[in-house]
């Protein structure tokens, strides 16, 4: 914090979104789950953060923890999700609100909510309302954020189905979502995330559940909107090769945990941590053995009641130093300009006990 009070970020080029030391967890009668464990990544301005991990890694409670819709009994314990304020997109002058110290129902925060920062939710079908027409939900999304009347949220709803592709957007504003295809439905939920020109745009799995020629089509669509608009994206995925598709920076994820970060194409071309280098392995390739078994990351990951103790990929990871990976959890550190690696493989340095 500045003598002002203000939230501040010393980079030479400030982001949209600064995340630093994001902690989450869910007190349950089990005992205690830590969904995020100190994740800090950064959301450049016009950017595309793609955020990689196997399912059950944290990613998705780390972007409802920027957001604060995390449901009880989970709850943000520390660190910092610091936006640039409306009036700015960061840049050297921006001035940052900190998102985990709003009331997650006040007015401030369903301000931005939705408005500055949008999200296409992971599953379209059970997000829209099967009792509502389209055109309603995207008015209501319109108006909830805008002072206009319903016939300018209505040709605003028209306008951005438009703009996401949607063939006849007009007539499919008195259609239900159980009228429209998976693919449809994906596109109205990524208009209805863009009615308000959103500043930053979250993008939860918003291709898994659809076939690869509509998850092509998906992929084109976000990345127009992106280059005209200057939107930043955070893009959610466990899909090395989506992420290679869209991505500028990847923040590869692990039991909550950050356990690389960088460019795309270093991450691709010169992956750290042994954990990267799993994933990507595990991607089938044209030139793999006719009929031969798919490579696969041994184990699974642990369950939240029964964190390892230090490194918490060790008990799967091939270069597993006893007495060390296992005793102390490596911090994430600078191994070369571009990238940071959370390994002791690239660095001593150690987590405070």
Partial sequence: MSESGKNEIDTPERPILSVRGLKTRFV???????????VSFDVGVGKVVGIVGESGCG??????????????PGEVTDGEILFAQAGNSGGADADYVDLAKLDNRGKKMRAIRGNEIALIPQEPMASLSPVHTIGNQLVEAVRLHRDVSVSEAEQIAIKSMTEVGMPNPAERMSMYSWELSGGLRQRVMIAMA????????????PTTAIDVTTQAQVLNVLRSLQ???????????????????????????????????????????????????????????????????????????????????????????????????????????????AQSVSCFLHNDEAEPA
Avoid: W
């Fill in 194 to 205: 863009l009615v308000c020109s959103p500043r930053l745009l979250i993008a939860d799995e």
């Fill in 28 to 38: 349950l009668d089990e005992g205690i789950a830590i969904a995020v464990d100190g």
């Fill in 227 to 337: 280059k005209d608009r200057g939107l930043s994206i955070i893009f959610i995925t466990h899909d090395l090769g989506v992420i290679a598709q869209i991505a500028d920076v990847v923040v590869v994820m692990y039991l909550g945990r950050v356990m690389e970060t960088g460019p795309v194409d270093d991450i691709f071309h010169n992956p750290l941590h042994p954990y990267t280098k799993a994933l990507l392995s595990s991607i089938p390739s044209i030139h793999g053995t006719s009929r031969g078994p798919l490579p696969t990351i041994e184990g699974t990951i642990p369950h939240p009641f029964n964190r390892p103790k230090g490194c918490p990929f060790y008990p799967r990871c091939g270069a597993f130093m006893p007495g060390k990976c296992d005793q102390s959890t490596p911090r994430l550190t600078a191994s070369n300009p």
């Fill in 59 to 72: 990613k998705s409670v780390t972007i409802k923890s920027i957001l604060g819709i995390v449901q009880k």
